[in-house]
T-cell receptor, first 113, second 114 residues
C-alpha cells in the first residue's frame, strides 16, 4: 500500500521568510505523480504544485518550489517570501495511474506578521 | 465558470437518518471523486467515477452509495447515518483518470451525525 508521511504537524514562519515542509512517501512504482495542496481556513483544497516522477527537474510555481529526491522518496515544498495569505494546512499527495490520490496528514503553516 | 459545487454546505443528522450530498462540475470533466476529511487528517477516497456510467470503491466505501447521474453530477448517499460518518466531505473532478491529471475540489460539506 502506498503511504504518505508529513512529519511536521505545525510550522510557523515570519512574513517574507522561507519555510520548507517535508513529505516522504512509500511506493514500489517508478512512474507516479506528486502534489502539494493548500487548504486555507475556508476549507477549499487548492492545488499548489505538482511533480512528475519521471522528470528530474524540480517543479516551481512562483514562490513555491519542490525538492524532489526520487531515490529517497522525498518531496519537500519550499515557500519563499512567505505572505500572510499562505497561512493554511498543506497536504502532500501521491497518485498512481487512475484511481486515487493518497494524502499525508498535513502540516499547518502559520505566517506571522 | 463555477468549477465544482457542492450542496449543502452544512448538515446535521440524527443517527439512522439518510441524506444525499450533491456535487456538480461545469468543466466537462470525465472523472469525479468523493473524499472525506476527518479532524487532523488528510482526505480519504470514498468512491470515484472514472466516466459517466461507472463507479468504483475507494479506500473507505462502507456506509455509502454513489450515483453518477450524468457527466456533470455525482451524488453521495448515506442510507443510515452513523456518528462515525461525522466528517467534512469533498467532491472533486478531473479531466481523466490518467496519472498526472489534476483534481479540482469543491468547497466541502460539513456533516455532523448526532
Amino acid at each position: 500500500a502506498q503511504t504518505v508521511t508529513q512529519s511536521q504537524p505545525e510550522m510557523s514562519v515570519q512574513e517574507a521568510e522561507t519555510v520548507t515542509l517535508s513529505c516522504t512517501y512509500d511506493t514500489s512504482e517508478s512512474n507516479y505523480y506528486l502534489f502539494w495542496y493548500k487548504q486555507p481556513p475556508s476549507r477549499q483544497m487548492i492545488l499548489v504544485i505538482r511533480q512528475e516522477a519521471y522528470k528530474q527537474q524540480n517543479a516551481t510555481e512562483n514562490r513555491f518550489s519542490v525538492n524532489f529526491q526520487k531515490a529517497a522518496k522525498s518531496f519537500s515544498l519550499k515557500i519563499s517570501d512567505s505572505q500572510l495569505g499562505d497561512t493554511a494546512m498543506y497536504f502532500c499527495a501521491y497518485r498512481l495511474a487512475g484511481n486515487k490520490l493518497t494524502f499525508g496528514g498535513g502540516t499547518r503553516v502559520l505566517v506571522k506578521p | 465558470n463555477a468549477g465544482v459545487t457542492q450542496t449543502p454546505k452544512f448538515q446535521v443528522l440524527k443517527t439512522g437518518q439518510s441524506m444525499t450530498l450533491q456535487c456538480a462540475q461545469d468543466m466537462n470533466h470525465n472523472s469525479m471523486y468523493w473524499y472525506r476529511q476527518d479532524p487532523g487528517m488528510g482526505l480519504r477516497l470514498i468512491y470515484y467515477s472514472a466516466s459517466e456510467g461507472t463507479t468504483d470503491k475507494g479506500e473507505v466505501p462502507n456506509g455509502y452509495n454513489v450515483s453518477r447521474l450524468n457527466k456533470r453530477e455525482f451524488s453521495l448517499r448515506l442510507e443510515s447515518a452513523a456518528p462515525s460518518q461525522t466528517s467534512v466531505y469533498f467532491c472533486a473532478s478531473s479531466e481523466n483518470r490518467v496519472r498526472g491529471d489534476t483534481q479540482y475540489f469543491g468547497p466541502g460539506t460539513r456533516l455532523t451525525v448526532l
